[in-house]
C-alpha cells in the first residue's frame, strides 16, 4: 500500500516538476512581447529544447531511482553501470582489437552533451567573446552580424561532429547526410527557402519588428523567421506568410533597416496663385512643427516644387523616428488635417483643376 501510495505521490511530483521546469526555462530563453514570445538571444529555441529533453530524462531517471527505493528494491552501483552500459546496437569493428563496438545509453548521453555543448560554446564565444573584439575594433555591424552567424554555425557542427564520431556514429552521420542531399535534390524549394532562411540570419536583411514591403499585397510587420517562411503581420491585421526565397529574390522596402529615421510619403498639393507663397511656407512649418510626432532634426522638407497650370505646387516631407515607423501613414494624415484647418482660417484655397467647356449650337441651314 506505501509503495502505491509513494509511487502515486512521486508521479504527482514529477508533473509539477516538469511544469514549474519548463515555465522557468520559457522565463529564462524567451522575453515576452505584447502578442508574442521573442528569444533572448540566438539559438534560444534550440537550447530550450535541449534542456527541456535533457531535464525531463535527469527527472525521469532520479525518479526511477526513487521508485526502487520506494519499493526497497536493491540498486547498487554496478547495476547503474550495467544500464548505462548496456549494448543496444554495434556501430563497427575496432580496428585495433578487432572487436565490435557497442552503442550504449551512457554514449547517447555523451553525444547530448557534446551537441548541447556545442550550442552553448556558440552562446558564450558570441556573447563574451566576439562582443568583446567587436568593441575594440570599429567593424561594421553587418560584418559582425555575420562572422557572429557563421561562428556560430561552424562551432555547432563541429560539435555535432564530434560527438557522433565519439559515439561510432560517424557512418550514420554520413547516412543522414547523403538522405538530406537526396530530399535537397528532390524538393528543392522548401530546401531553398531553409537555405534562404540561413541566408537571411547571416545577412539580416530583416528583422523581427521591421516593416516591410515586397509590393502592395505583402507588406507589414515581420512578427517571426521561421525556416521556411517569413509571417507578416498588415496594417488590417491579417497575417500573411511569405516563403524565404521570395525575400531574397525580390526587391524589399525596410523602413527599419537604417534604425534610425525615416520619412512618410510626401504629401503634394496646389494653392491658387493668389496666395503669397511665402506665408504657405511659413503655415506648413508651423503644422510640422506642432506636430510632437515630427522630428526635428533631420528638418522637415518644404519646397515649392513647381508652377502647374492651377497654381503653386507645393512639396511636404516630414521624418519620424524608427519606433513610429508603423505609423507613419497615421502621422502624414494627420498633418494633412492640420494643413487644411490651418489654410482655411488663413483664406487660402487649394488650388483645384478648372476646365472650360464651349458648347456651340449647330448652325441652321
Same mark, same amino acid.
Not at 142 to 168: D, E, M, P
Not at 169 to 174: H, K, N, R, S
Not at 310 to 335: C, H, M, P, Q, T
Given at each position: ?16 516538476? @516538469?511544469?514549474?521546469? !519548463? ?21 534560444? +529555441?534550440?537550447? *530550450?529544447?535541449?534542456? &527541456?529533453? &535533457? ?26 553501470? /550495467?544500464?548505462? @552500459? ?16 557497442? %552503442? ?14 556545442? %550550442? ?8 563574451? %567573446?566576439?562582443?568583446? #573584439? ?11 552580424? $555575420? ?16 560527438? %557522433? ?14 538522405? #538530406? ?57 491579417? $497575417?500573411? #506568410? ?13 523602413? @527599419? ?9 510626401? #504629401? ?11 506665408? &504657405?511656407? +511659413? ?7 506642432? /506636430? $510632437?510626432?515630427?522630428? +526635428? ?7 515649392? @516644387? ?5 497654381? *503653386?505646387?507645393?512639396? &511636404? ?18 498633418? !494633412?488635417?492640420?494643413? $487644411? ?25
Amino acid at each position: 500500500i506505501w509503495g502505491t501510495i509513494g509511487t502515486i505521490v512521486l508521479f504527482k511530483l514529477l508533473i509539477l516538476a @516538469n511544469m514549474y521546469i !519548463r515555465r522557468f526555462l520559457a522565463t529564462a530563453f524567451f522575453a515576452p512581447d505584447e502578442e508574442a514570445m521573442h528569444e533572448r538571444f540566438a539559438y534560444a +529555441k534550440s537550447l *530550450y529544447g535541449i534542456a &527541456v529533453i &535533457v531535464l525531463f530524462l535527469a527527472a525521469v531517471l532520479g525518479a526511477f531511482f526513487l521508485a526502487l527505493r520506494i519499493w526497497l528494491i536493491p540498486v547498487s552501483w554496478a547495476d547503474i553501470s /550495467n544500464v548505462l @552500459n548496456f549494448q543496444l546496437f554495434d556501430t563497427g569493428v575496432d580496428k585495433t582489437t578487432g572487436q565490435l563496438v557497442w %552503442f550504449t545509453p551512457l554514449k547517447l548521453f555523451v553525444v547530448l552533451g557534446f551537441i548541447a555543448g556545442g %550550442f552553448l560554446i556558440a552562446v558564450l564565444v558570441n556573447r563574451f %567573446f566576439l562582443r568583446f #573584439i567587436f568593441e575594440l575594433l570599429p567593424v561594421d555591424l553587418g560584418i559582425q552580424n $555575420t562572422i557572429s552567424s557563421i561562428l556560430r554555425y561552424l562551432i555547432i557542427v563541429i560539435a555535432i561532429y564530434l560527438g %557522433f564520431q565519439w559515439g561510432g556514429l560517424g557512418i550514420l552521420l554520413m547516412a543522414i547526410g547523403v538522405v #538530406i542531399g537526396s530530399i535537397g535534390y528532390i524538393v528543392k524549394e522548401p530546401i531553398g527557402d531553409f537555405i534562404s532562411y540561413f541566408i537571411i540570419l547571416v545577412q539580416r536583411p530583416i528583422q523581427v519588428g521591421d516593416y516591410i514591403m515586397l509590393d502592395t499585397e505583402h507588406e507589414g510587420i515581420v512578427r517571426k523567421i521561421t525556416p521556411r517562411s517569413i509571417i507578416l503581420r498588415r496594417r488590417d491585421s491579417y $497575417t500573411i #506568410i511569405v516563403p524565404n526565397s521570395m525575400i531574397l529574390n525580390r526587391p524589399i522596402n525596410n523602413w @527599419n533597416y537604417a534604425r534610425n529615421f525615416v520619412g512618410f510619403d510626401d #504629401i503634394d498639393f496646389t494653392v491658387s496663385f493668389d496666395a503669397d507663397p511665402q506665408v &504657405v511656407r +511659413k503655415l506648413i512649418f508651423q503644422v510640422l512643427e506642432s /506636430n $510632437t510626432d515630427i522630428l +526635428k532634426s533631420p528638418r522637415p522638407v518644404v519646397r515649392l @516644387n513647381d508652377f502647374n497650370e492651377n497654381g *503653386y505646387l507645393f512639396k &511636404v516631407r516630414g521624418f519620424v523616428s524608427e519606433v513610429n515607423v508603423n505609423r507613419k501613414w497615421d502621422i502624414a494624415s494627420d498633418v !494633412r488635417f492640420a494643413l $487644411t484647418k490651418i489654410l482655411r482660417e488663413h483664406g487660402i484655397k487649394i488650388a483645384v483643376p478648372t476646365r472650360v467647356i464651349i458648347s456651340q449650337e449647330p448652325k441652321i441651314q
